[in-house]
């Protein structure tokens, strides 16, 4: 399973190095995205500087949807999904390699969303370790649900509009739990420790990983 | 067949119906092939070939009748099979941003072959040099064609599932996959092949299977099918028929020999 | 349907019609108002009980049978029918608790939605059952869509827990706790408890009968489907070779002369 998982994640870490969809797609998405919220809140910084642990999750959430979006994509191209499943590749590690390679892809993200939110709305970071420790687990959650509902709504016709709506209820608490530490983390919370969420993540990281990696064999044979 | 008839077929199906959403593409198929056979499927297009092929591939589910493949019931085992297995259906299933060495090191990988023969097949398809390193996407056709037949050689699986195989290839690359076929069988593959052109996989094969409706409706040996490969004596057969009646003609027919299978010729 | 099946359809049908008049009678007439809600305490017993039904019954059900389903062991369509009905009904449920805990609160924290751990835990919910109910929407054989519907159930059941610890942490951690946290509970005491109960009971079986009931109606639907795949066979019969019923392989190495008849006349007629 681990060889697999390997090679998955090579491949598809491969594929974006060629393609770039991320790099060229994707970050500035997730950047315009940061520039909206701040037109909406305002020119002031009080407001912005208390919702940027919110801000910032809700913009990584819309950019993991598009994350998920061409990761699945690359297993729906003519014949490839059938390919995938007549490799004799272990599923468990194409979920793994899968989600290892989206995660890479969305931690580097993320640094440079914290870049943008640090940047442009004037946020301070108080302490790192909440800070990473919460995106790590976050996003080892994130790319998990998204892996397993990208291969479960590939090749379906009504696609595009159906990976958002049947994903973003299930990762609510990331933004949720994301917040809360973040908020921690830049000093603008209401007191109380980051500890809890920070336990809620990577419970939630570890259910969703554990749940992919019994359940892709099954979903894989879905055609 | 040069080898000794081993346990197993390669494949044996009976009453297979299988459905793609609520059309049944397979009606109630059997047939069996050997192994080390090389067997053509033959028919009309929407006669169900292609759905054959799936069903052996564990890429279609049953939903009526038996399956097995090499020795294996497909519904219970398919994801074991599948190193064994290897298909190649209407579209190249490669990724198109990889090269066509990463493509070929990948697949052969996954089905935990042996990285050895990957030179060797594409040097034999003629996939070296700056062909190896460009990405398959930028590829045509044809080409991407001999790249999947390429890395289907190069995993050695035990049965060969091809459809359409000849489509788009040159007459170089015809005669390297029927040099590539041979070779297989030799080694104790068994091949099963969908085709329209007669002509190049006849010789090929040791049994031909004539598809229609979803089901195998015969099976002859090559050398009986051999006045099916020649578009003109079909023809000619076929002029002594008034054509707005070929329907009813052929329900009488068909429904008089079903009986006795020897009689009846139209002609 | 079996005759014992339907009649006990009939049976829990005239049982949960008078459970709820019962609970309407006891709830509306002879139990006492609350010191500090009055009358609006009266929608203890209703929304309580549907909340209930929704979540531990229904969706319970539901994911239940999913995994059954999922498990190769125990694969069988009942365990799809079964997680289907149970959702479709659990969904309206699930609507029914956000409509009447939204009733309930209006008056009490004068907006018609508060951020209530356990309302938003719910509205949650019910996002994740009309995705569910869209996916089985979609057109596919059987076996991809029972398929597709399981999992999705199973990551929704895996996630609920998850979602009511965050938002009740959410509600609860935040300090400051303002007055919409004022307690939708009331102290039940005598003859309320009573009405409580019967409460939960009319709607339990209200919901095993609409879940019967629309079982039947999945049975029936997949027995014409089933019906329509043999004319489908049929038909497709006909179009290979003309005979209205299926033939039987014929011996290999058939004449050349019928099996030339075949292939062009097959030619043909597909023209």
């Known amino acids: 399973m681990w060889r697999d998982t390997l090679a998955v994640a090579g491949k598809d870490l491969r594929i974006e190095m060629r393609s770039r969809v991320l790099l060229n797609q994707v970050v500035p998405f997730a950047l315009l995205v940061l520039v909206l919220f701040a037109f909406a809140l305002g020119p002031r910084s009080g407001p912005m500087v208390q919702a940027s642990a919110g801000l910032f999750w809700v913009t990584l959430l819309f950019a993991a949807v598009l994350g998920v979006q ?52 004037g946020a301070h970071i108080r302490s790192i370790g909440p800070l990473v420790v919460a995106c790590l687990a976050g996003t080892a959650g994130l790319a998990a649900v998204g892996t397993i509902y990208g291969m479960l709504s590939s090749g379906l016709r009504v696609r595009e ?31 109380g420790g980051a500890v809890p969420y920070l336990e809620l993540l990577a419970i939630f990281a570890a259910v969703y990983l554990a749940l992919g990696v019994v359940i892709y064999g099954p979903l894989l044979e879905a055609s | 067949m040069t080898y000794a008839v081993p346990m197993d077929r390669a494949v044996l199906l009976r009453d297979a119906v299988a459905l793609a959403g609520r059309f049944p593409a397979l009606a109630g198929a059997d047939l069996t092939v050997e192994r080390g056979e090389v067997v053509v499927l033959a028919g009309p297009n929407g006669a169900g070939k292609t759905s054959l092929l799936r069903v052996c591939a564990g890429l279609l589910a049953l939903t009526r009748g038996e399956a097995v493949v090499l020795g294996r019931d497909v519904r219970a085992a398919a994801s074991s099979l599948r190193k064994q297995v290897g298909m190649l259906g209407h579209a190249a299933a490669l990724y198109d941003d990889l090269t066509v060495s990463e493509n070929a090191r990948f697949f052969v990988r996954a089905a935990g072959a042996s990285e050895d023969w990957v030179g060797r097949e594409l040097e034999r398809f003629g996939l070296v040099g700056r062909l190896a390193r460009t990405p398959v996407g930028r590829l045509s056709e044809g080409q991407r064609r001999r790249v999947a037949i390429a890395v289907l050689a190069a995993r050695r699986p035990a049965l060969w599932l091809l459809d359409e195989p000849h489509a788009g290839l040159d ?35 040791d049994r031909v299977a004539q598809m229609a409706g979803g089901r195998v409706l015969d099976v002859l040996p090559a050398s009986r099918a051999a006045t099916l490969t020649d578009p003109a004596a079909v023809d000619r057969q076929g002029s002594q028929i008034d054509r707005e009646k070929v329907p009813e003609v052929a329900l009488e027919v068909l429904s008089s020999s079903a009986a006795e299978r020897g009689g009846a010729h139209v002609a | 349907m079996s005759h014992r099946t339907t009649l006990a359809v009939r049976v829990i049908g005239v049982g949960a019609v008078v459970c709820l008049v019962a609970t309407v009678w006891l709830g509306l007439w002879v139990t006492p108002p609350d010191q500090v809600q009055r009358n609006l305490v009266r929608l203890v017993y209703v929304h309580p009980p549907v909340a209930w039904v929704a979540l531990y019954l229904a969706f319970g059900i539901a994911c239940v049978s999913s995994v059954l389903w999922l ?50 835990s719910t509205a949650l919910l019910l996002v994740l059952q009309l995705g569910y109910l869209t996916l089985r929407r979609i057109p596919g054989d059987f076996d991809s869509r029972a398929r597709r519907s399981s999992i999705a159930a199973l990551v929704a059941a895996v996630d609920v827990p998850i979602v009511h610890f965050s938002v009740q942490w959410w509600r609860t951690l935040h300090q400051g706790a303002t007055v919409l946290n004022a307690n939708l509970s009331p102290t039940i005491h005598g003859s309320m408890a009573w009405t409580l109960l019967l409460g939960f009971v009319a709607f339990t079986l209200v919901f095993f009968w609409m879940l019967l009931v629309r079982y039947r109606v999945q049975v029936l639907s997949d027995a014409l489907e089933g019906t329509e795949l043999q004319g489908a066979l049929e038909e497709r019969w006909v179009e290979g070779d003309g005979l209205p019923a299926p033939g039987r392989l014929p011996d290999e190495g058939g004449t050349a002369g019928g099996a030339l008849v075949g292939v062009s006349l097959s030619e043909k007629v597909q023209r």
């Open chain 1, 70 to 121: 061409r990761s699945s994509a690359l297993e729906t191209g003519e014949g490839t999904r059938d390919g995938l499943r007549m490799s004799g590749l272990d599923p468990a590690g194409v979920f793994l390699g899968k989600t290892a390679a989206l995660c890479v892809q969305l931690v580097f993200l993320e640094v440079l969303l914290t870049a943008g939110v640090v940047l442009l709305y």
């Open chain 1, 161 to 191: 509009t159906l990976l958002p709506f049947l994903l973003l209820p299930v990762v609510a608490p990331v933004v949720l739990a994301g917040t809360r530490a973040w908020q921690v983390a830049l000093g603008t919370g209401v007191g």
């Open chain 2, 171 to 205: 007459a170089d690359a015809r005669s390297l996959l029927a040099e590539t076929v041979r070779e297989a069988v030799a080694g104790g593959a068994s091949v099963l092949l969908a085709s329209h052109e007669l002509g190049v996989s006849v010789p090929l094969a």
């Open chain 3, 71 to 120: 498990w190769r062991r125990t694969r069988s369509a009942f365990f799809d029918r079964l997680a289907a009905s149970s959702m479709e009904v659990g969904t309206v449920f699930t609507a029914l608790t956000l409509v009447t805990g939204s009733i309930w609160g209006r008056p009490t924290w004068g907006v018609w939605w508060a951020w209530d751990a356990r309302l938003t």
